[in-house]
């Protein structure tokens, strides 16, 4: 095997048809392959899990489409290497006609100035946008830049494309060291990988690498063990374990239990989990979980993910750490999510019910004929600000949908509503 090239850059699928697990691109009918067919190509942005194909799906648009190929890094890039990019590739377009394509690789590490700055060329057409990121666009990509791309999804590779990929590896590394290696087991390796083709694909060379020159040729997850020195059990951020750990975390701080919640939460930091989703999953605990037994819960949570944004790994663990000991020690209610849960099913079994008139809008004399706001009470012209009079619809005004839950500051919540209303809550 040539020291010079891994294993994993010769099975570089080099057309659509040597892609794995994004069928719904690349297929007959997949949409990537109609664009290069019919040559309709427009920014996108490919969101996905790392070693699914990002890269190597924009090498081969270009390779297909005849355009040329530019490539920058979001981690390493500045705005100027942009702007140098962009520079070269408006004289590329005068000279074959074609606009160039640009390939920004974890383009949700770009800033938003950094972003910007790639603007003006997509809309002038200067350049193809094609960025990779493993993060929600909706979150990380600004909004103006977003609305001028497509987002493609591309699927975590399925147990069994990464059992295919291990025997495309094996059969490539035999043929050209003139071996003739079986791995009877692949477990190991899968996990190891943890979806990441690339990885899988790097593993499965180390490996036999270490064996070559011994009498085993017969490939056992005790091996792959033996070579790789990890814990295999660490953590799938891809797989069914991403799920079941963020579950076990999410419940362990609804249960109170800032043990169970630390644990997890290391758990989740050891196998190189995004901290950014870490921090939004607590912010939506702390409104779903908490809400007003402790308000002060859902601004600390978003103080958490807004500083986990600015410090990075690997001194966000702390940040995160507090906020988690914090909300599996707070009080809990989930009155405000039921509230919200229990109107939208009112609002479904109901439909649209016509607002009540003393509560509508009358800014033009018409409205005010037709009594548009009429018997309004405005509060603040009350003793206490308060005046008794109906906000539902006729039809529902008799309606409970927020319950005060059982805890110190709901119970004051119900005082208060009960002295104001009387039996209404």
Not at 89 to 110: C, M, T, V, Y
Not at 272 to 291: S, V, Y
Not at 336 to 343: L, Q, S, V
Request: charged share 25%; proline share 4%; with cysteine.
């Amino acid at each position: 095997m040539s020291p010079n090239i891994p294993l994993a850059e010769k099975l570089r699928p080099k057309n659509l048809d040597e892609v794995l697990g994004q069928e719904h691109l690349t297929g007959e009918k997949g949409t990537i392959r109609k664009m290069i067919e019919n040559d309709t190509l427009n920014s996108l942005i490919f969101w996905g899990p790392p070693g699914t194909g990002k890269t190597t799906l924009a090498e081969i648009i270009s390779e297909k489409s005849g355009r040329k190929f530019f490539k920058l890094s979001a981690v390493s890039s500045g705005v100027k290497d942009v702007r140098d990019v962009i520079d070269e590739a408006k004289k590329q377009n005068l000279f074959s006609g074609k606009s160039p394509i640009l390939f920004i690789d974890e383009i949700h590490r770009f800033n938003k100035s950094q972003q910007d700055s790639l603007l003006h060329a997509v809309e002038k057409g200067w350049i193809i946008l094609i960025g990779a990121t493993t993060e929600n666009p909706s979150f990380e990509v600004v909004s103006a830049l977003l609305s001028r791309s497509q987002v493609y999804v591309l699927k975590a590779l399925s147990y069994e494309k990464l059992e295919e990929l291990i025997d495309i590896a094996v059969h490539s590394y035999n043929l050209e060291e003139n071996t003739g290696f079986t791995v009877k087991e692949k477990e190991a390796f899968i996990q190891y990988s943890g979806g990441d083709a690339r990885k899988l694909i790097n593993s499965v060379e180390l490996v036999l690498n270490q064996f070559k020159d011994s009498g085993n040729k017969e490939i056992s997850n005790e091996d792959v063990l033996s070579v790789l020195q990890e814990t295999m059990a660490l953590y799938d951020k891809n797989g069914e374990q991403h799920y079941d750990i963020i579950s076990a975390f999410i419940k362990s701080m609804r249960g109170s239990d800032p043990n169970g919640a630390v644990y997890w939460l290391a758990r989740m930091i050891a196998g190189g989990e995004d901290i950014k989703f870490i921090a939004r999953r607590m912010l939506i605990l702390a409104a779903e979980d908490i809400g007003l037994a402790n308000p002060n819960a859902l601004v600390i949570a978003n103080n958490c993910f807004q500083a986990v944004n600015v410090i990075g790994n690997p001194e966000a663990r702390i940040i995160l750490s507090e906020t988690a000991v914090y909300l599996a020690v707070s009080p809990k209610s989930n009155s405000t999510y039921m509230a919200i849960n229990d109107a939208l099913a009112l609002v479904k079994k109901t439909g649209n019910l016509p607002v009540p008139l003393h509560l509508r809008n009358a800014p033009t004399k018409l409205m005010k004929d037709l009594d548009y706001g009429k018997d309004y009470k405005y509060a603040h012209s009350y003793e206490g600000s308060f005046v008794d009079q109906d906000f539902l619809p006729e039809e529902i005004k008799d309606v409970k949908l927020y319950e005060p839950g059982n805890n110190a500051t709901e119970k004051k919540i119900y005082d208060e509503l009960k002295k104001k209303w009387n039996n209404k809550y």
